[in-house]
């Protein structure tokens, strides 16, 4: 379910003092402030062209670095945006905004120690900036950590109510405490704010889904794909809403879809397997099952789903090893399959 990674970044917008400065540097401040009404209007690429532009005339020029660092992260290109957001620090270390926006980055590709780092830097400085809370709350999920990332999902929004991103987040957070009644009270008021938020129209389509209001929640999920027809997780969770309506092949087609988008999705190959169980094709759904347990993700129901394919297949004992590992991880299905053939 997790999409977490949703912050909004300020765009640095700078007066430049011309006074003595020299040609080269003069053309780039130009250049500057030409991508940073790109960067306004939408435009990455053409931003991103003109901060290079920029940057050939002065490649000491920090701020230039900053704004092509948020041009390639809108553009979805992680890895060089932290080495554009580097190059601003290295420059200037006393840039603190490409701090933020290095740690934003950082989160996203993972690197969570180092995304600690460089918020640690500018705490202090951002002790008032509901866009610091979320950036850190965000980390301190990848690190495992969510209480305090919901202290700090809570100060963002003290900071800022109207802050979508941090509804969403702590909503994900809450739902993964099974904490379903805030996390649905969070979603909705992020949909208030923002109708087409996607993540939002996604996790109320998984609320809807754990309420087994299908309808409802393949609604919530059509118009996240009318968004982003190609999101895997969106795709995936539309898939398992058709399968409990007994739309089998429907249900098939998009979560092959997902499938092809993210291949390690430990839910859609939950839910293929499923699809092969209910179709009655025995060896490929314990394959498929097989499959999303060696992935040792945290998956719902995956040990109590993978069990009954087993079962079905006619391998009692493997079925009761695979129930039994679900009883330690507190998979309901697991657990009543266990007490029920297993004792």
Known sequence: MYRLYVVKLGLLSLVMLWGCQSVEK?????????????????????????????????????????????????????????????????KDDELYPAYLARAEV????????????????ISQLYA????????????????????????DFDRALALDPSNVEALVNRGAVYYGQKNFGPAERDFQKALS??????????????????????????????????????DPL??????????????????????DRSLLNMPENGYALRNL????????????ATATFDKALELAQAVDFLHGYAGDAYLAAGNKSRACQIWQEGVVLRDSIAQDRAAQYCR
């Open 26 to 90: 003069k053309d780039a401040g130009l250049f500057f402030l030409k991508g940073n009404v790109q960067l306004n209007q939408k435009n990455y690429e053409q931003a991103l062209r003109y901060y290079e532009e920029a940057l050939n005339k002065d490649p000491g020029f920090a701020d230039a670095y900053l704004n092509k660092g948020l041009a390639l992260l809108k553009l979805e290109r992680p890895q060089e945006a932290l080495d554009a957001l580097s190059e601003a620090i290295d």
């Open 106 to 121: 950082a989160a996203r590709l993972g690197q969570w120690d180092y995304a600690a780092a460089d918020l640690e830097e």
């Open 128 to 151: 008032d900036s509901s866009d610091f809370y979320l950036i850190r709350g965000n980390v301190r999920v990848g690190k495992n950590d969510p209480g305090a990332s919901l202290a």
């Open 193 to 230: 704010i923002q109708p087409n938020q996607v993540q939002a129209l996604n996790n109320m389509g998984l609320i809807t889904s754990r309420q087994q209001q299908w309808e409802q929640a393949i609604a919530y999920f059509d118009r996240a794909l009318n968004i982003n027809p190609v």
């Open 234 to 255: 969106t795709l995936n969770n539309k898939g398992y809403a058709l399968l409990n309506m007994g739309k089998y092949e429907d249900a098939k087609q998009l979560i």
């Open 273 to 284: 397997g499923l699809y092969h169980t209910q179709k009655n094709h025995l060896s490929q």
